[in-house]
T-cell receptor, first 115, second 116 residues
Framework: KAGVTQTPRYLIKTRGQQVTLSCSPISGHRSVSWYQQTPGQGLQFLFEYFSETQRNKGNFPGRFSGRQFSNSRSEMNVSTLELGDSALYLC??????????????FGPGTRLTVL | AQKVTQAQTEISVVEKEDVTLDCVYETRDTTYYLFWYKQPPSGELVFLIRRNSFDEQNEISGRYSWNFQKSTSSFNFTITASQVVDSAVYFCALSEAPGGYQKVTFGTGTKLQVIP
């Protein structure tokens, strides 16, 4: 079974631009979560999608948004990029949003650099 | 509020030594899950183990073993006879479901360097 895939793997943008990252979950997985990883803040939860609905959200500004399609693929968008948005963005998928029993499987991440 | 503490920022060991990575957690929930993930330099988080709060049995998988103690809120990870390929950042994570929706909190990670 193919794992979680993320595209692109690397991105370089400039301040003020916007960016869209894509995540394809493991086949059959319906829940997709996004995390931001930085050296200073570690792994921080952005949001989770299940059945095309955002079910949970972390403490990030509204510039960070996402969506999920009917095939469970997900995209996240960051508008008006700031230097501090430079990070590794990780996507994780799990079977259902059955909370306590789910294991999240992670993709390789998209490394975003904002200049 | 839930919290995961990995007090060891970096550890260096010589190949074949045993090493234990510490994880202490805080939660108000009685039902929760604990995880360990490995992040090699490539960046992808690799799932290692999941343990629920009702199962305090220690687990061994090859050179890896985990010690879960609810009394001390710890979920420590030991690598026996370490190898260079074990060099990575290891994350401990706690999963709860306040309000029914999964909330996962990660520790800050422990960078393990195994020196040949």
């Amino acid at each position: 079974k193919a794992g979680v895939t993320q595209t692109p793997r690397y991105l370089i943008k400039t301040r003020g631009q916007q960016v869209t990252l894509s995540c394809s979950p493991i086949s059959g997985h319906r829940s997709v979560s996004w995390y931001q990883q930085t050296p200073g803040q570690g792994l921080q939860f952005l949001f989770e999608y299940f059945s095309e609905t955002q079910r949970n959200k972390g403490n990030f500004p509204g510039r960070f948004s996402g969506r999920q399609f009917s095939n469970s693929r997900s995209e996240m968008n960051v508008s008006t990029l700031e230097l501090g948005d430079s990070a590794l963005y990780l996507c994780a998928s799990s079977l259902e949003q059955a909370a306590r029993t789910d294991t999240q499987y992670f993709g390789p991440g998209t490394r975003l650099t904002v200049l | 509020a839930q919290k995961v503490t990995q007090a060891q920022t970096e550890i260096s060991v010589v190949e074949k030594e045993d090493v234990t990575l510490d994880c202490v957690y805080e939660t108000r929930d009685t039902t929760y899950y604990l995880f360990w993930y490995k992040q090699p330099p490539s960046g992808e988080l690799v799932f290692l183990i999941r343990r629920n709060s009702f199962d305090e049995q220690n687990e061994i998988s090859g050179r890896y073993s985990w010690n879960f103690q609810k009394s001390t809120s710890s979920f420590n990870f030991t690598i026996t006879a370490s190898q260079v390929v074990d060099s990575a950042v290891y994350f401990c994570a706690l999963s709860e479901a306040p309000g029914g929706y999964q909330k996962v909190t990660f520790g800050t990670g422990t960078k393990l360097q195994v020196i040949p």
